[in-house]
């Protein structure tokens, strides 16, 4: 008898091992819930019982086994075929009959999250989100492909070893609700590669109009196989846990809040995924003695265009420079708060009350929240434990500010509490600019705004996504996820 047994039902209290020196204990409504033939994942990052009913393990693994057959057919797939895949597309969706009847949808999906309390910023299908999805297409449609590039030669006596790019496999992405990344998500299919995702439950409609009336149709008449985009049809996030606990996949890549995208790494980790994590974002500006106002000013007011995971978070001003450089920040989100005809809001750390005017913590101001505009305190003191916090704002700019004693407290402050993505240092001496780099554990330093980290706008490429060093550095490539860097290498024996 095998000394393995499948779980056909949960006793609440019963406990479940966790990372093989700590447990957690079921639940009674998930003992309640447990039908025989569900599944049971635990995420060893949050300590999470997370239960994934049948039907959603058999969508996903349906998904994955279409992206995985139609992998298996790529190797036939000529490079051409894939650039006529994306001019198929982009054709698709240049249309406007077929983007109208995007719309119509998309605009049911807005009115449904909205009904919510959901922020919908991001999941409106706009025509810059159109012409966004376009460029990006075209850019993959001229992208070179590693596969089958002859990476390195070593020649030997008879014979040479060649090492050569190749597709890596099925990828696997989860997004938050936005339109376009269906259009990011193919990036990986110009390297042979085949892409399975999931949607956040707010965009599935507009996905599910996107993949009917241009990406399918795209697949069949360029001769790709079917299955070689294919998303999982379902609002359940328990979808998305049973795709990421499946060992089928070569790449698992996950885009949206810190603590789901912390579950879904976990997950894909323990099945021996190799995982691309893009979650909590949140740039941050440290400000030397030698920086000027105006630099100050005016990087705060690019940083701050709108909200992404690079936009300005977190601000350290020197603290024997903050009297003189407070009143230009202030300037700096003043001016981005009318950009938006709206108002800026801060968050002091405590103990650095003195550097912001007392009336600001009296002023109330409307402000821009997912669940409409509210009256709030314009400033307001916050715990140095979250100075890292991302705020997750909608029109109205918000960002913490701290006065440090040096740039080097700064920088261990970044280290300790910051996602570890972007940091800029204003600063005009050189010396420290080179310090600031060495130090920062971050992959994207800089000395200006922090918008700047952006595949298109950075690389001239396409992007997939941002990885953070929060959960580690990343093996073997650079922190912007792009098409050309999903790739994996075969060795080759040629005889002279």
Request: hydrophobic letters at 40%; proline letters at 2%.
């Amino acid at each position: 008898m095998s000394a393995i047994e499948q779980f056909t039902k949960l006793e609440a209290g019963m406990p479940v091992f966790l990372g093989g020196d700590h447990w957690v204990r079921v639940s009674e409504s998930l003992a309640q819930d447990f039908q025989a033939g569900d599944s049971l994942a635990v995420s060893t990052k949050t300590g999470e019982l997370l239960h994934i009913p049948s039907a959603e393990q058999a969508i996903a693994e349906g998904a994955v086994g279409k992206a995985l057959n139609a992998f298996s057919k790529m190797g036939g797939v000529t490079d051409e075929q894939i650039t006529r895949f994306f001019d198929l597309f982009v054709a698709a969706l240049d249309n406007d009959k077929n983007w109208e009847n995007i719309l119509q949808t998309n605009q049911a999906d807005v009115e449904l999250a909205k009904a919510r309390g959901r922020s919908t910023t991001r999941l409106e299908a706009t025509d810059k989100i159109r012409k966004n999805m376009i460029e990006g297409l075209r850019g993959w449609m001229e992208a070179p492909s590693r596969r089958g590039e002859i990476l390195e030669t070593v020649e030997h006596e008879g014979f040479n070893i060649e090492l050569v790019g190749a597709a890596l496999g099925v990828v696997a992405f989860i997004f938050e609700g936005r339109p376009n990344v269906l259009a990011d998500a193919c990036g990986v299919i110009r390297g042979g590669n085949t892409v399975v995702f999931r949607i956040g439950s707010d965009a599935l409609d507009t996905a599910k109009a996107i993949m009917d009336l241009a990406l399918n149709p795209a697949l069949k008449e360029s001769g790709l196989p079917e299955g070689a985009a294919t998303l999982v049809e379902s609002t359940s996030h328990a979808a998305g846990w049973a795709m990421f606990s499946d060992d089928r996949l070569s790449l698992a890549v996950a885009r949206g809040s810190g603590k789901a995208v912390d579950t879904l790494g976990s997950l894909a980790r323990r099945a021996g995924v190799a995982t691309s994590l893009h979650g909590t974002g949140g740039a941050w500006i440290v400000v030397s003695e030698t920086a000027s106002g105006e630099q100050l000013k005016d990087a705060v007011f690019n940083s701050l265009d709108r909200k992404v995971c690079n936009t300005l978070n977190t601000c350290c001003i020197v603290r024997r420079c903050a009297a003189q450089l407070i009143p230009n920040f202030l300037e700096g989100l003043s001016k981005a708060a009318e950009r938006r005809k709206s108002n800026f809001k801060i968050h002091v750390a405590e103990g650095c009350e003195d550097a912001i005017p007392a009336d600001l913590f009296e002023k109330v101001v409307s402000i821009e929240r997912a669940e409409g505009i509210v009256e709030e305190a314009q400033v307001e003191s916050i715990s140095r434990n979250h100075i890292g916090h991302e705020w997750e704002w909608e029109e109205s700019p918000e960002v913490t500010l701290i006065l440090v004693d040096s740039v080097e407290e700064a920088v261990s402050l970044f280290n300790e509490y910051s996602p570890q993505l972007v940091g800029s240092l204003l600063s005009g001496d050189a010396a420290e600019k080179e310090k600031f780099y060495a130090t920062l554990n971050s992959p994207f330093v800089g000395d200006d705004h922090t918008r700047w980290v952006d595949g298109q706008y950075a690389l001239r490429k396409p992007e997939l996504g941002l990885s953070n060093w929060e959960n580690g550095r990343l093996f073997g490539r650079g922190s912007i996820l792009s098409g050309d860097s999903v790739y994996t290498v075969r060795t080759k024996y040629i005889k002279k």
